[in-house]
């Protein structure tokens, strides 16, 4: 079984700092999620990576297959960024379900 | 893009009753996923739930406290059964979807329970 391990647990910064949030995991996967968590519970995919790295307005997210490691960036960071982040790995080819991590949360003060 | 609708949202419920928590997903997907949330902790997989076949549990999850339907393809419910606090979590359902711009993962609104 994959183990996820999401670093780190807590972030608060300030508004327009450079946020990077990292995830280790420990087998093998087709696919690796960032995932965005808001209090009410409702979860929103951003991204989804196999390899490279990914763009999406002020998010960027990377991975690198051979070290396991995938980050999640946040430029220009806006308190309505604040959230909780999680990582989330599949290894297979979407048929099964996910292994997530604890996630990460976010705190951008004005 | 898929959209989910989950019900209920929320609910308080008493100590051994069973609440039925739906997923309608606006387009017809193959697998459906069931997970858990509880308090301060990751989501952790229930089931996944299959149109014509038994519903697959991950191990710690049995078919008699989480029953699980799906009937057709847009749709499915988990039920959580003689609940006690320890059951108090969210739980949200779950399908992949391949698109134009790749494959993702849509998830439903969630569904808080409190068991008191």
């Known amino acids: 079984k994959n183990e996820v391990e999401q670093s780190p647990q807590n972030l608060t910064a300030q508004e327009g700092e450079f946020i990077t949030i990292n995830c280790s995991y420990s087998v093998g996967i087709s696919a690796l999620h960032w995932l965005q968590q808001h209090p009410g519970g409702g979860i929103v995919s951003l991204f989804m990576?196999?390899?490279g790295k990914k763009k999406h307005g002020r998010l960027i997210a990377t991975i690198n297959i051979q070290e396991k490691h995938s980050s999640l960036h946040i430029t220009a960071s806006h308190p309505r960024d604040s959230a909780v982040y999680i990582c989330?790995?599949?290894?297979?080819?979407?048929?099964?379900?996910?292994?997530f991590g604890k996630g990460t949360h976010l705190i951008i003060q004005p | 893009s898929a959209v989910i609708s989950q019900k209920p949202s929320r609910d308080i419920c008493q100590r051994g009753t069973s609440l039925t928590i739906q997923c309608q997903v606006d387009s017809q997907v193959t697998m459906m996923f069931w997970y858990r949330q509880q308090p301060g902790q990751s989501l952790t997989l229930i089931a996944t739930?299959?149109?014509?076949?038994?519903?697959?549990?991950e191990s710690g999850f049995v078919i008699d406290k989480f029953p699980i339907s799906r009937p057709n393809l847009t749709f499915s419910t988990l039920t959580v059964s003689n609940m006690s606090p320890e059951d108090s979590s969210i739980y949200l359902c779950?399908?992949?979807?391949?698109?134009?711009?790749?494959?993702?993962?849509?998830f439903g609104e969630g569904s808080w329970l409190t068991v008191v």
């Open positions: 739930a299959n149109q014509g076949s038994e519903a697959t549990y």
């Open positions: 779950s399908v992949p979807r391949t698109g134009t711009s790749g494959n993702t993962i849509y």
């Open positions: 990576l196999s390899s």
């Open positions: 989330a790995v599949g290894s297979g080819g979407g048929a099964d379900g996910l292994t």
